[in-house]
């Protein structure tokens, strides 16, 4: 089983867009790279909390992909079966990741109900795996950063759980683990354990609820507000987040919503992020 969940400047390498042509595309909360999966362009949703990255199944058979197997994954809308492709060469960035197996799987469903444009390709975590990621989202740039380079901002631990980069934060004064995670283009998750630690669940029939859920299907939700939640010493108060009641939920999930209050620079196999305020 598998959890897809898909100085004051960043230093960026030369490989940055230039204003005119910004690489990253934000649509929304949403942000979109150019690729080529096996020679193919595409359009790739960014989802550093996908664990591989994944391609619709339509698509996928229209490029020619070799697809195999059959696997259940969950997202954040719960179980959906998906097959496999192996030996997948993507490129983006200047990058090529070569060898990739990714998961082949319907996402008509989230291209219609969630994003509103079809999606094809969701670039996972494999990218951050690889190269140092920086990205100023307001600005719509996208780069793969030098190593030779300490980045500005916060320098923040990253841990991994179920497959999922997490960083410390603060909420209501007391110290989590939030996941980190640029495929959420919608409000904070908060696990229901988390959220009953908090008092957040004491008269659960009295809460608002909101439809959400990714890969897997649309789930309700019920809608909580935090009193205050800390990032990289920048405090945001009277903050929304929905109840993930599903069994992988983290104890909070941290998208593009509040990530894009920052420049942020990215490297998984650093075991750090650095989030420097805007």
């Known amino acids: 089983m598998i959890r897809i969940a ?5 230093a960026l390498s030369a490989c940055a867009a230039g204003p005119s042509t910004p690489a990253l595309k934000v649509v929304g909360d949403r942000l ?11 359009e790739a949703l960014l989802d550093s909390a996908a664990e591989v990255s ?3 199944r339509a698509w996928a058979e229209k490029i020619g992909l ?3 197997g059959a696997e259940t994954a969950k997202g954040s809308g719960g179980a959906q079966e998906v097959a496999f492709a192996e ?36 670039m996972g975590r494999e990218l951050f795996d690889r190269e140092r990621v920086s990205l100023d989202i307001d600005r719509g740039i ?31 004064g007391r110290e989590v683990m939030a996941e980190f995670d640029l495929g959420n283009g919608s409000d904070i998750l908060i ?65 593009v919503r509040y990530l894009r209050h920052f420049l942020v620079t990215a490297d998984f196999a650093q075991r750090t992020i650095w989030l420097a305020p805007r």
């Open 191 to 255: 696990g229901e354990r988390f959220a009953r630690s908090l008092g957040l669940l004491e008269t659960p029939d009295a809460l608002p609820r909101r439809k959400g859920g990714g890969v897997g299907g649309e789930i309700e939700r019920k809608v909580v507000r935090l009193a205050s939640l800390a990032i990289a010493g920048r405090t945001f108060h009277d903050v929304e987040a929905a109840v993930d009641n599903l069994e992988n939920a983290g104890d909070l999930n941290i998208g």
């Open 6 to 10: 898909l100085s004051a400047a960043l």
């Open 32 to 42: 979109f790279i150019d690729a080529s999966v096996n020679g193919a362009p595409v």
């Open 142 to 172: 996208i780069a793969v950063a030098s190593r030779a380079m300490t980045p500005a901002g916060v320098a923040l631990p990253l841990t991994s759980e179920r497959g999922i980069e997490t960083f410390s934060v603060r909420v209501d």
């Open 87 to 122: 030996g997948v060469r993507v490129e983006t960035l200047g990058v090529s990741l070569d060898g990739l197996t990714i998961a082949v799987l319907d996402l008509s469903d989230l291209s219609t109900r969630l994003v509103g444009r079809p999606v094809r390709f969701i």
């Open 54 to 56: 994944l391609a619709d």
């Open 66 to 68: 070799a697809v195999s």
